[in-house]
């Protein structure tokens, strides 16, 4: 597994030792370590944010702990080089851990900080939550266009990228014209990127859907209003992270129960 030095602590019965906690990632219980966990490291060494493998174990009431704890080189990380080369990750990967890996990866999203790549990750991060029916727009000539539209079921999205926290403001008219081409149309038109790089026309029925407008941001979701039967979302990235673990845990998790999770957020 893979996450960070949370807290760290000198033994106040000897000096020499020290103990911590690693973060976890699923928001149960971190997992404490000791000095000799991470073999036998001095201290000055560590500090907190440090990234590090290790397995988890777990007992009774819930008490986790860390074992066979290495140091990630972050430096290898942004070098493209594979960490696994340098024992940064385990000998052996178990399913749960495979899956925490899944879910930290997904998180990286939180980090991102160019406009363009945001918009990009998004559209990757609800493909792998499970739409099947999104578009990304084509860039050329996007101002003031929404970045993207999808269907699930009966619900029919279209949301727009941002990584401003005040965008309310400046996004007022193309928030209503997003309403407007949603509720005023049967059948919703616009070009959509294909693989190969041109574009190509996508004409969607919209009659009898569900509609919402999503402005999809790293900040808190909530209802921003709910206009001629179309409601308007700030819809937070964490969310959808969340979204995605719930996926993976639940064997039974399909369209429907992704639906009613899209159609209830920020409620």
Not at 171 to 192: D, G, M, P, R, V
Request: hydrophobic share 35%.
């Amino acid at each position: 597994m893979i996450s960070q030095i949370k807290l760290l602590y000198p033994d106040k019965n000897n000096e020499d030792n020290y103990y911590g906690f690693i973060k976890a990632l699923d928001e149960k219980n971190d997992y404490y370590f000791a000095k000799k966990d991470i073999n036998n490291l001095p201290i000055e060494e560590l500090k907190i944010g440090t990234k590090v493998s290790f397995t988890a174990n777990e007992k009774d009431a819930g008490k986790r702990y860390a074992t066979d704890i290495k140091l990630i080189d972050e430096r290898k990380i942004k070098e493209n080089i594979d960490v696994s080369d340098a024992n940064s990750f385990p000998d052996k990967m178990d399913a749960k851990t495979y899956q925490a890996l899944l879910i930290h990866s997904v998180r990286q999203i939180e980090n991102i900080t160019d406009p363009i790549a945001f918009e990009d990750s998004v559209f990757n991060l609800l493909k792998i939550i499970g739409l099947n029916k999104i578009f990304q727009f084509d860039r050329e000539n996007q101002a003031g266009k929404a970045d993207g539209f999808f269907i699930i079921e009966n619900l029919a999205v279209m949301y727009d990228c941002t990584l401003k926290s005040d965008y309310e403001a400046f996004k007022e008219e193309q928030i209503e014209n997003y309403i407007n081409q949603l509720n005023h149309k049967a059948h919703l038109t616009f070009n959509t990127k294909k693989m190969d790089g041109p574009t190509t026309p996508k004409t969607i029925p919209l009659t009898g859907k569900s509609k919402q407008v999503w402005i999809i941001t790293k900040g808190e979701s909530k209802e921003i209003s709910d206009y001629d039967n179309v409601k308007v979302k700030e819809i937070s990235i964490h969310d959808l992270c969340k979204i995605f673990q719930k996926r993976l845990h639940d064997i039974t998790y399909d369209n429907e129960k992704l639906m009613n999770d899209f159609i209830f957020i920020a409620k």
